[in-house]
């Protein structure tokens, strides 16, 4: 059985619970051949009462302070997802639960525009889709996103953007009008070129072509943005580098970022599970290989070795990735985002910072 447009295909134990329900043992005595049925599991949004929205990230290595993330889950189902755990504090699974399971800040620009006018917030640089997509596919119809991004251009505090959908290229006439402001910068992320190692890996996301018709279209709309290779998986795509980086420089990207595959609590298990259903020849080479960047290890929390891996592996890669950037001009400047045009609004009255 395959449960269709999933990149999990199981729910794994939730280290938090006592308690965990294994499924009954597929009857398939109605089909002919089990392996060719497909099972379809419908999305659920919850309604979730936070009474915030901002998080604050204490983290050395991830380069910004502020994030807004107006779902918990995301029903783009990439594997590698190091987010996945997160549902495990909310009683679901890291597994299906994750994708299919999502929780919907319904108030979130409310909640936004509370936070920036609380006389004790300094303004800062805002990244949306600190853990979850901000674009998954249920933002076409709740637009919280774009509704977000309007009051941030309201206030004039800057946001940093990161996303797998094309979705993103909806709120185009509100991102120009951001970018004239230098206040905001896009990273359009891309894992692979290869349509059906997405479909599988990553299922719910845009195809890599139409990441980099995204990438043209910001560019050419003046909007800041870069392409962010991530995961690096050793062994399936760290030889694509040079080629996303070539096709990514063409669109019109002017920086790049990139990130080695982390595994971490549970998401080792599906990850596991997933590249030895879907590649059973590779699997072995390609596991080896990231316990070679993770000191044989599958997974680093370790500041400052976490994004970038260690060993002779990793800095080969890393290089790889640094000369491919070299070769295409990317990363000779960052865009500069402006954080004194910032105007809290309290009761009546416009206060500059």
């Not at 269709?4 to 294994?22: D, S, W």
């Amino acid at each position: 059985m395959h449960i269709k447009g999933r990149g999990a295909q199981q729910n794994p134990k939730n280290r938090f619970e006592q308690i965990h329900i294994e499924p009954d043992a597929f009857d398939d005595t109605e089909y002919e051949e089990k392996e060719n049925y497909e099972k379809n599991i419908n999305t659920v949004f919850y309604k979730d009462y936070s009474k915030s929205i901002i998080s604050r990230n204490d983290s050395k290595d991830v380069g910004f302070d502020y994030s807004f993330n107006p779902y918990r889950g995301c029903e783009h189902g990439c594997i590698y997802c190091y987010a996945r755990p997160t549902h495990e504090y909310l009683g679901f699974s890291s597994g299906i639960d994750f994708e299919s399971k999502i929780v919907v800040k319904e108030n979130a620009p409310t909640l936004l525009r509370k936070f920036f006018n609380n006389k004790n917030y300094k303004p800062d640089v805002i990244m949306f889709s600190g853990n979850t997509d901000c674009y998954q596919p249920v933002e076409r119809k709740l637009k919280l996103t774009r509704e977000a991004l309007k009051i941030c251009l309201e206030f004039g505090n800057p946001v940093s953007i990161i996303t797998k959908n094309s979705l993103i290229l909806r709120d185009i006439d509100v991102l120009k009008e951001m970018a004239g402001k230098s206040l905001v910068a896009v990273m359009i992320s891309i894992t692979t070129m290869n349509r059906e190692l997405t479909r599988v890996m990553e299922p719910r996301t845009s195809l890599p072509e139409r990441r980099i018709n995204t990438i043209k279209v910001l560019a050419e709309n003046k909007v800041p943005v870069g392409v962010n290779i991530a995961p690096i998986i050793p062994g399936l795509n760290d030889k694509e580098i040079p080629s996303i980086i070539e096709v990514s420089a063409k669109a019109g990207a002017n920086f790049a970022g990139r990130t080695m595959l982390r595994l971490p609590y549970s998401v080792k298990e599906l990850f596991l599970n997933w590249i030895n259903e879907n590649m059973p020849e590779r699997a072995g080479k390609i596991v080896n290989q990231i316990m070679q960047i993770r000191n044989g290890k599958l997974n680093e929390s370790e500041f400052g070795k976490r994004f970038t891996g260690e060993g002779e592996l990793a800095n080969t890669i890393n290089n790889l990735f640094n000369l491919s950037c070299a070769k295409h001009g990317l990363n000779r400047s960052r865009p500069q985002l402006i954080l004194n045009n910032f105007r809290a609004q309290r009761g009546s009255q416009i206060e500059l910072f």
